[in-house]
């Protein structure tokens, strides 16, 4: 087997990942780094020869595992593209709004190879996409077979971490390789725990997000879904609102659910909720999907039971931010230009308001220097703006999409891997695998692949 990491950094940025088994050669995710710009976005695709791949596998919908797929796919148009069924439908939604975010970055930030690829590229990149199900055997033919045989096969399981999300099973040269993608072991309040895996895997290459924080201790998702519902009644109780910044893939849901749920309970009953933009687009997709890809409440069809209201950019700039709402609002880093930044700005200097995160922040992204603040500290939320002075309550509450590092290395324990490739993780936390592995399971080698060498195993 030959692996090469794609990415530029030992970060969380555009994931990609080459890998050779039995002859065949493909490519695993096809990310867009969030904080870079232009080419230095991309992974680095020079080091795979144009017109190469058998194919392309995708893990799930994020940016950081798609953004780049339409540049990957015109360098690779022989490929073959495999994802789940709700993998391909989120992804189109999300690679059409990248070029129109790209556009406006092209005027704004002067970036003259934006967009990276055309509306009709993305629409011509779907369109060639093979959706795979669950726990299936598949070619790189494209073929699906009843069991496994002597040829490279691969299989999705689910990886509990968002809607059509998966880890991918390889078997060739009588070796299991397993790519973990982003996973989450534990239930979330829509999305299902990971359903991965058992038996013993020779190369596991498994993502490292939280390994640089342990898990509080008593943690649960629902104690902390009680602990966020307290803060809401008590937010209220101020006079104001409240805004949450949150992903529009995957976290929005997750809130929507929970809104959902204490409306149930009786809880904020008559709050109106909002939310815009992406999110919308991908909500409706949530509902429409709802049997057709392992989440919890099945039946559930999230617009028709929370009914949100609808902002679109303007309305968040000029409507009366009001009493007793809740904003939920893209982008959870809250990105300059984004509703939730939008709206961040006008609520910073009034101490009846609140912001609560929900999610991770790059700590140099605007939300990342919120969470930093102190009352009465300056915090500049645009470059274009000056900086205000906070008021704000500003909260936070852990519903993190991603397993806590502690089941992360009961998995890595519990198939015995050979060698452990360790990837999607910034260093310290990629370090804490590295020692734990190494103290603990002594048997299994560790890699941290160095970003554009080639590993033969
Ligand atoms: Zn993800
Ligand atoms: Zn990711």
Same mark, same amino acid.
């Given at each position: 087997?030959?692996?090469?990491?794609?990415?530029?950094?030992?970060?969380?940025?555009?994931?990609?990942?080459? =890998?050779?088994?039995?002859?065949?050669?493909?490519?695993?995710?096809?990310?867009?780094?969030?904080?870079?710009?232009?080419?230095?976005?991309?992974?680095?695709?020079?080091?795979?020869?144009?017109?190469?791949?058998?194919?392309? =596998?995708?893990? $799930?919908? $994020?940016?950081? $595992?798609?953004?780049?797929?339409?540049?990957?796919?015109?360098?690779?148009?022989?490929?073959? +593209?495999?994802?789940?069924?709700?993998?391909?439908? =989120?992804?189109?939604?999300?690679? $059409?709004?990248?070029?129109?975010?790209?556009?406006?970055?092209?005027?704004?930030?002067?970036?003259?190879?934006?967009?990276?690829?055309?509306?009709?590229?993305?629409?011509?990149?779907?369109?060639?996409?093979?959706?795979?199900?669950?726990?299936?055997?598949?070619?790189?033919?494209?073929?699906?077979?009843?069991?496994?045989?002597?040829?490279?096969?691969?299989?999705?399981?689910?990886?509990?971490?968002?809607?059509?999300?998966?880890?991918?099973?390889?078997?060739?040269?009588?070796?299991?390789?397993?790519?973990?993608?982003?996973?989450?072991?534990?239930?979330?309040?829509?999305?299902?725990?990971?359903?991965?895996?058992?038996?013993?895997?020779?190369?596991?290459?498994?993502?490292?997000?939280?390994?640089?924080?342990?898990?509080?201790?008593?943690?649960?998702?629902?104690?902390?879904?009680?602990?966020?519902?307290?803060?809401?009644?008590?937010?209220?109780?101020?006079?104001?609102?409240?805004?949450?910044?949150?992903?529009? =893939?995957?976290?929005?849901?997750?809130?929507?659910?929970?809104?959902?749920?204490?409306?149930?309970?009786?809880?904020?009953?008559?709050?109106?909720?909002?939310?815009?933009?992406?999110?919308?687009?991908?909500?409706?997709?949530?509902?429409?999907?709802?049997?057709?890809? /392992?989440?919890?409440?099945?039946?559930?069809?999230?617009?028709?039971?929370?009914?949100?209201? +609808?902002?679109?950019?303007?309305? +968040?700039?000029?409507?009366?931010?009001?009493?007793?709402?809740?904003?939920?609002? #893209?982008?959870?880093?809250?990105?300059?230009?984004?509703?939730?930044?939008?709206?961040?700005?006008?609520?910073?200097?009034?101490?009846?308001?609140?912001?609560?995160?929900?999610?991770?922040?790059?700590?140099? #992204?605007?939300?990342?220097?919120?969470?930093?603040?102190?009352?009465?500290?300056?915090?500049?939320?645009?470059?274009?703006?000056?900086?205000?002075?906070?008021?704000?309550?500003?909260?936070?509450?852990?519903?993190?999409?991603?397993?806590?590092?502690?089941?992360?290395?009961?998995?890595?324990?519990?198939?015995? /891997?050979?060698?452990?490739?360790?990837?999607?993780?910034?260093?310290?936390?990629?370090?804490?695998?590295?020692?734990?592995?190494?103290?603990?399971?002594?048997?299994?080698?560790? +890699?941290?692949?160095?970003?554009?060498?080639?590993?033969?195993?």
């Amino acid at each position: 087997m030959r692996f090469i990491n794609l990415t530029r950094q030992t970060e969380i940025g555009a994931n990609s990942y080459f =890998l050779e088994l039995d002859g065949k050669k493909l490519v695993i995710d096809a990310g867009l780094h969030p904080k870079h710009e232009g080419e230095a976005a991309l992974p680095y695709y020079r080091s795979i020869p144009d017109g190469s791949l058998d194919g392309i =596998l995708i893990s $799930h919908a $994020h940016q950081d $595992h798609i953004g780049s797929l339409p540049v990957l796919m015109r360098r690779q148009s022989q490929a073959r +593209v495999f994802m789940t069924h709700a993998t391909a439908k =989120l992804s189109d939604v999300m690679l $059409h709004n990248s070029v129109n975010v790209m556009s406006r970055q092209r005027d704004e930030l002067r970036i003259p190879t934006y967009p990276l690829f055309t509306h009709r590229e993305a629409d011509h990149a779907s369109e060639l996409w093979q959706s795979v199900g669950f726990r299936q055997y598949w070619t790189l033919e494209g073929e699906r077979i009843p069991r496994p045989n002597h040829e490279l096969t691969f299989e999705m399981y689910g990886s509990g971490h968002i809607l059509g999300s998966a880890g991918i099973l390889f078997r060739a040269e009588g070796k299991k390789v397993f790519y973990t993608g982003d996973v989450n072991f534990l239930e979330q309040t829509l999305m299902r725990g990971a359903d991965f895996p058992e038996g013993e895997i020779d190369i596991l290459i498994i993502e490292t997000t939280r390994g640089d924080r342990e898990l509080e201790v008593g943690y649960s998702r629902k104690a902390e879904e009680r602990r966020f519902l307290a803060a809401i009644i008590d937010a209220f109780k101020k006079g104001g609102s409240i805004l949450i910044p949150v992903f529009a =893939l995957g976290k929005t849901q997750e809130i929507l659910t929970m809104l959902h749920l204490f409306k149930c309970q009786g809880a904020l009953r008559h709050v109106p909720i909002y939310i815009g933009g992406l999110s919308t687009k991908i909500t409706i997709l949530h509902d429409q999907l709802a049997s057709h890809a /392992p989440r919890q409440y099945e039946g559930l069809q999230l617009l028709d039971s929370v009914g949100p209201h +609808v902002l679109s950019s303007r309305d +968040v700039q000029t409507t009366q931010i009001g009493r007793r709402r809740i904003y939920a609002l #893209s982008s959870g880093m809250m990105t300059e230009k984004t509703l939730s930044n939008q709206l961040g700005e006008r609520l910073l200097t009034d101490s009846s308001q609140s912001v609560f995160f929900v999610g991770y922040a790059d700590p140099e #992204s605007p939300a990342g220097r919120l969470k930093a603040a102190h009352p009465g500290d300056l915090v500049q939320l645009d470059q274009g703006q000056p900086s205000q002075r906070l008021a704000c309550q500003v909260s936070e509450f852990d519903f993190s999409a991603h397993a806590p590092r502690e089941l992360l290395f009961d998995y890595i324990r519990k198939v015995s /891997p050979k060698m452990v490739i360790l990837v999607h993780g910034d260093p310290p936390a990629v370090s804490w695998f590295d020692s734990r592995i190494s103290k603990e399971l002594p048997g299994t080698i560790v +890699v941290i692949p160095e970003p554009g060498k080639e590993y033969e195993f």
